[in-house]
Each structure stands twice: as C-alpha cells, then as structure tokens.
C-alpha cells in the first residue's frame, strides 16, 4: 500500500469512529477512487453509505467494487454483507459475513455482525455463538455484549441478559440502549421492578431522540411498573396474563386473513397497507367480552353503585387471522370472506407470519442494528382458546394443542379468576387494561372451528388514524403493505370473474426480480357454495 492510500485508510477509520460518515463520501469522492482504485478505498466508501442507510444501492455497488477490485480483501464482503443486513437479506448477509471470517478470521466485527443476522433469523444459539468470539477477540466490545444479551433475552435466560447487560454498561457507561435492555429484563422476569424503573428512566436521560418508538414504549413501561410497584395484587395478575400470552404464542408457518376483494385490490395493487383497528371498533360487538363473562367481572364503565364518572381504558388494536388450513372453508366464507356483504365473494390472503412482524418492526426503524433494543413482546401472534361454559369446570380449548398445554392453560385461568374476584383496589383501570391485552384472545366454543390466531398490538408506537365517515369516527393503525410476505391468495367460490382477478394478481407481480416477494400460489375455491 503506498503511503498516501495509508495516510487516506486511517483518515477514513478515524471518520468513521467519530460517525462522521458523510465526510468519509466526501473524502473518497469519485475523484480520488478512479485515481487509487484500491479495494480498501471502495469498502470504506461503501461502508459509510451502509451506515447513512442510502437506498440508492452505492452502498452495493461500491462493496462489489471492492470485492472485483480485490476478491482476497475481506472489507469488501464485510460491507456487501452489511448491505445485505440492511435489505433485510440475512442468508445474503451470513455468506458475506462468512467469507469475511473465512479471509481474516480475527475480525470480531464480523462474528458480531453475522450474529445478529442470525438473531433476525430467531437463530439465538448460532448468535451467541457468534457473539461469544466478537467477544473472545475483543473484551471490550461493549456492543457485542448487549446484543448477546438480546439473544439471551429472546430465550428467557434472564440472569445471563442482566451479566452481560451490565457488562456492555460497565464499558460503555452511557450506553442508553443496555439500559433499557437490562431493564426489559428485569421487567419480563419480574424480578426487580424497582431497577427496571431505574434503568428505563436512565435510558429516557440518555436517549438522543426523544420521539424514538423505545421512548414511547419506556415512557409506558415506567407507567405500569410504577403501578404494579405499589400493587403487590396488581403485579401478580399482570403475571398471569402475561404467562397466559405465552402459552397461546404462535410462532411458525402462515396465517390467513379474509377480506374482499377491495380491500384485496387496495393491499396488492395501490400497496395499502394492512389496517387494524381498536378493539372496541371491531366488527362482532361480543369480541372481547367471554373473558369477562368467565372472570364474572363487571366493567368500571357498567357499575351501577357509584356516581363516579369511569376512566376511559383503551384496547389494544386487533388483527383477526385464521390458521393456513382453513385458507378454503365454507364456514370462513360465510361470515367473512364478503364483498359488498355478499357472502363468497372475497378473498382469503394467506402470509408469512415471521416475515411480517420483521417487516413491522423495521417499517417502525426497530430492526435490529448494533444500536437498537431488543426484541419486544407486544407483535405477536397468538392462538384463540375457547371457552366451554356448559360444563361446570373451567375448560377452556386451544385447537390442535397438546393437552398438557390445555391443562396449563386452565389452571392459569382459574388462578387468574381468583386474583381477579379478590382484588380490591377502588381503581379498577389498571386491571382493566392488563385484562384487556388478552381478551380478544378468548372467544365461545361455538367458534372453535374457526381455529383463529390473532395479532394483538398496543399500538403506542404507531400513528393513530381515524375513519371520519363512520360514526363515531372509527380508530386504526396502519402496519405495513402484505405484498412481500404474501404466500398465497384464494378467490371465493363465488367470485365474480375469477380467472381475471387470477390473471390481474399473476401479472402484478410477474415482473418482480425477487422471486420472495411473489405469492407461491393463486388459488380459485372450487367449494360447493349455495
């Protein structure tokens, strides 16, 4: 290397430790790379568009620049895998990564990063793995220790996420995200939630954005724990409610979504995106309601032996999916797959589950970076159970369930009865609002043949939007658009002209480059509607 491209390589790592990546572009300016043409020239002018989040692509061209230039330099796979990390192509991103390590096997940035493409994968222990020689390399990588503590947290390994969280604090003291992870875990394990207000509120002092989703939802936190602070009763029912979510977790495989048809041509051809609305606006006006009915609960809003006006508690927003299975049923077709309410003549999407909550995280800027918080627990899917009320114990159905799980099930839901009958503070609005995040999750036997599966968002991060030609004005969030995580779409039985609807899906996306981002099937019911 001659001494000016050496002189020109430290100037570019000292900008880049400083963050001052646009003062990298403009120090290698085109100028310069067509006089060194050197691989390390064209991978730190690549990394630095990578950082700055530039969707023109030159983070790519310049990476592959690099490799052409160079294909035994590993900066040049490091920054194209990063390009890759950022289009949310992990696989891509794992090759780059990989063959970085292949070339200089000491580079710890690269097991750091390969880690975390692993943990958008949800392949934890790979991750650790990963993170564990970052770590080996370079004990003072304060990042890699909150990201192994991320993976650690995404597993419920909660005393192992605090070590290492405390680690990346005791290196990086104001380090505001280690913060709030380490808080995070202290919440979920309910083991000290006097630090976890401690450490929510430090990360609140030293968030540089104020208006960022982790402030909002912090801010939210703090607001609960504080509650549940002062309740012993209250905590111990948030904890039943929060073990009830996770044994109707669903993680795997598809989901299917009826609509119509407009709302269809909305989705795939204007690129809408999927809407949820508030649970008191949805369609069924019972939804919501069996829970309450087996707790033997009376609303605030409904008690009659008090002249004090009642607190509002919002609901979470609620999207109502049906499991990949019954993409072509009678029964589904009948009640919800409608156009105009004409029964059979919408669709039944079918999408991605995994897919969609990575696209609703990064459309949130909360992809997972060496920068950013852990995963949340609030954008999930979660199974429906169904509640036999003839009978006069508790049995409550998860469809194609174990048993056992049923059996866990329905101990938590008499345990939850109890707390609920025994509890005594005059206000109610806290237990309202930890009721009401499972609520929809629990619907009458008679439906149990829908083997529904539902996405519950509290929304605290989202824009709250408001159809004004409904009356009252209806409340709905706006996720994302279903176009990449699509899977498959069923036209109805009695769809009017479905062979053109097929045609009119097929071509919109025949001329995607990105064969994921093409649904696999396009599907007409052939069912025996009447």
């Not at 900008?15 to 991978?43: M, Q």
Request: aromatic share 12%; proline share 3%.
């Amino acid at each position: 290397m001659s001494e000016d491209l050496e002189i020109l390589c430290k100037k570019a790592d000292e900008l880049f430790k400083e963050e001052k990546f646009a003062d990298i572009i403009s120090l290698l300016n085109d100028e310069v790379l067509e006089k060194y043409r050197s691989a390390e020239l064209y991978a730190w002018r690549a990394r630095a568009y990578n950082v700055i989040n530039d969707d023109t692509g030159k983070n790519s061209y310049y990476a592959q620049k690099a490799i052409d230039t160079d294909p035994g330099y590993y900066m040049g796979y490091f920054a194209r895998g990063c390009g890759w990390y950022n289009k949310g192509e992990y696989e891509n991103a794992i090759a780059d990564y990989s063959k970085t390590i292949d070339l200089q096997a000491d580079y710890a940035y690269a097991y750091n990063n390969r880690g975390l493409a692993w943990d958008n994968q949800y392949e934890y222990d790979k991750a650790i793995a990963d993170y564990n020689n970052a770590i080996d390399l370079k004990p003072d990588y304060a990042v890699a220790y909150n990201n192994r503590g991320n993976a650690w947290l995404n597993k419920s390994e909660y005393d192992k996420a605090i070590t290492d969280y405390n680690n990346a604090i005791d290196l990086k003291p104001d380090y505001a995200v280690a913060y709030y992870n380490r808080g995070l875990s202290f919440q979920q394990s309910g083991k000290n939630i006097a630090q976890a207000i401690n450490d929510f509120t430090k990360f609140l002092e030293l968030a540089a954005d104020k208006d960022k989703t982790w402030v909002k939802r912090a801010k939210d936190y703090i607001k609960e724990l504080r509650a549940e602070l002062k309740d012993a009763a209250l905590k111990e029912i948030g904890d039943l409610t929060s073990e009830i979510k996770k044994l109707l977790l669903s993680t795997d495989g598809c989901v299917t979504h009826y609509t119509g048809l407009s709302v269809a041509k909305k989705l795939l051809f204007d690129d809408s995106k999927f809407r949820m609305s508030e649970g008191s606006f949805l369609n069924d006006t019972s939804e919501g309601t069996e829970l309450f009915n087996f707790l033997q609960y009376q609303f605030i809003s409904d008690c009659k032996d008090t002249k004090t006006p009642a607190a509002f508690v919002p609901k979470p927003f609620i999207g109502s999916f049906v499991a990949e299975s019954k993409h072509d049923d009678l029964n589904l077709w009948r009640f919800y797959g409608k156009e105009n309410n004409e029964e059979a003549k919408g669709c039944a999407i079918t999408i991605r589950m995994k897919e969609f909550i990575v696209a609703i995280n990064e459309s949130l800027g909360v992809g997972r970076q060496k920068s950013d918080p852990g995963n949340e627990s609030d954008i999930k899917f979660y199974r429906v159970a169904y509640w036999d009320h003839i009978t006069d114990k508790i049995n409550f159905v998860i469809p194609n369930s174990r048993r056992k799980v049923e059996t866990e099930l329905n101990k938590l839901m008499g345990d939850l009865k109890d707390k609920v009958k025994n509890y005594r503070a005059e206000d109610k609005s806290n237990l309202e609002k930890y009721l009401n995040s499972i609520a929809f999750l629990f619907k009458s036997d008679a439906y149990k043949n829908e083997n529904e599966i539902r996405l519950v968002v509290k929304g605290i991060e989202f824009e709250k939007k408001f159809d004004t030609d409904a009356n009252p004005p209806r409340v709905y969030i706006e996720l994302v658009n279903i176009r990449d995580v699509m899977e498959t779409i069923t036209l109805g039985p009695k769809v009017d002209k479905p062979d053109e609807w097929a045609a009119a899906i097929h071509f919109r996306y025949d001329n995607e480059l990105d064969a994921k981002k093409k649904p696999g099937k396009i599907l007409i019911s052939r069912l025996p509607y009447k």
